[in-house]
């Protein structure tokens, strides 16, 4: 494909870049620059605008969305179920994990991965700033102020499935980048093949990124091996634990905000600076475990910190400790979705392995979002004692998972 960029001539790098081995380096970083560039912002849109949906409804029930609607006891979260099928059906983040895959190695993967995924964390933050000022517009139009949290930030999402799976697609030729050699008149195509796993990669850096999933062959006995890997299940049930705590976060945590003491705008504004702290610790988390080529240490390492929150919610005795512990929940549980998601794609060889692999780890995992839905019921309230039990508990169970991976 044509590419509108300037091309780059190997002459044209600085002398001390002449050796075979910095040239390649240097047309690895270049490479993988216009790859970011082109791609990753495009990701993490899609992912902002699918998640701000779970931010929104926290926000909106704390607004008054469950007295205008009359629901009671556990209705809301019924409520809750429902979206979280629509979620596990539409897979979208399977969908963009196997895309990356196919455009950087595995030591490159999850910095990027983390990238995209710190859009869930700044949805959150986000969400809890612009519901706070939209509740200002309670009564314009003759609606109440959580209706208009639906109408305004609902329309952060406003591609359909389709067309976001459109979105994605044509951008699949980025992984061609054109280099001009010197003393060449045209130019060649280099695409990158990520052939090597990653701890086995002993060659010199390749020139490509991308290896085609159309040159292997389809065949069942490869679907077969993927869900029989037993680290399919370890993980998955690992990561399972970890979305209980992150989806109840992402549903409940303006609720548990307004146990606190705090309520309307304030509660809403209180939502955000836990989101902030979980979203930089998912980049610096990410960056480290590419750089180690290490993932399941650092969840090992990173899961205690939840638990931690967890103990000092529970055996808290004044609000101030409570809504230090949701710091310390969001710290420790959401730096470790990137690295499980990185896990599948950076240990499975063959791309029908691989895929079925990522696929039944995420519908597995994802179960948790139903889980989640009835952690916090409405009888719990203020302090949720037995919702902040059951998550520590999951979490805990996430830890053996990965420790036996």
Request: aromatic share 10%; hydrophobic share 45%; proline share 4%.
């Amino acid at each position: 494909m044509s590419d509108n960029s300037p091309d780059v001539r190997l002459s044209d790098l600085p002398v001390q870049f002449q050796s075979d081995d910095a040239k390649e380096k240097a047309m690895t970083r270049r490479i993988l620059f216009k790859l970011d560039v082109r791609v990753l912002p495009l990701l993490t849109l899609l992912w902002f605008a699918s998640f701000i949906d779970r931010a929104s409804i926290g926000n909106a029930r704390v607004a008054g969305l469950e007295h205008d609607l009359g629901l009671v006891g556990n209705q809301y979260n019924a409520v809750l179920s429902v979206l979280s099928v629509s979620y596990v059906l539409a897979q979208l983040l399977q969908k963009k994990m196997l895309y990356l895959n196919t455009l950087y190695k595995p030591h490159e993967l999850q910095q990027r991965a983390g990238i995209f995924f710190t859009s869930a964390g700044l949805s959150g933050a986000f969400g809890g700033l612009l519901s706070s000022a939209i509740l200002k517009m309670n009564g314009i139009g003759g609606l109440a102020g959580w209706r208009w949290i639906f109408i305004l930030e609902a329309s952060t999402s406003f591609l359909t499935q389709e067309e976001k799976e459109f979105a994605v697609a044509r951008h699949r030729s980025v992984g061609t980048i054109r280099v001009l050699e010197p003393h060449s008149t045209g130019s060649s195509e280099k695409v990158a093949e990520d052939v090597s796993s990653e701890k086995g990669s002993t060659g010199s850096p390749d020139t490509s990124v991308n290896a085609q999933a159309e040159d292997e062959a389809f065949e069942w006995r490869e679907v077969v091996r993927g869900i029989k890997d037993v680290q399919v299940w370890l993980t998955g049930f690992s990561y399972m634990g970890v979305l209980v705590s992150m989806y109840s976060y992402s549903y409940f945590l303006p609720t548990i905000v307004t146990g606190l003491g705090y309520s309307g705008e304030v509660a809403q504004l209180h939502t955000s600076p836990p989101y902030v702290a979980a979203t930089v610790l998912i980049v610096l988390v990410s960056v480290v475990a590419d750089r180690l080529k290490l993932r399941g240490p650092l969840i090992l390492i990173f899961l205690p910190i939840s638990m931690a929150g967890y103990i000092l919610a529970v055996a808290a005795k004044n609000n101030v400790a409570r809504y230090a512990a949701v710091f310390l929940i969001s710290a420790g549980a959401w730096p470790c979705v990137p690295c499980l998601l990185s896990l599948m794609p950076n240990n499975m060889s063959g791309h029908y392995k691989r895929a079925t692999a990522t696929a039944v780890q995420l519908a597995l995992a994802n179960c948790g979002g139903f889980i989640a839905n009835f952690v916090y019921t409405a009888d719990q309230q203020p302090h949720y004692v037995r919702g902040h039990s059951i998550t520590l508990a999951f979490v805990v169970m996430a830890w053996l998972f990965m420790a036996a991976n």
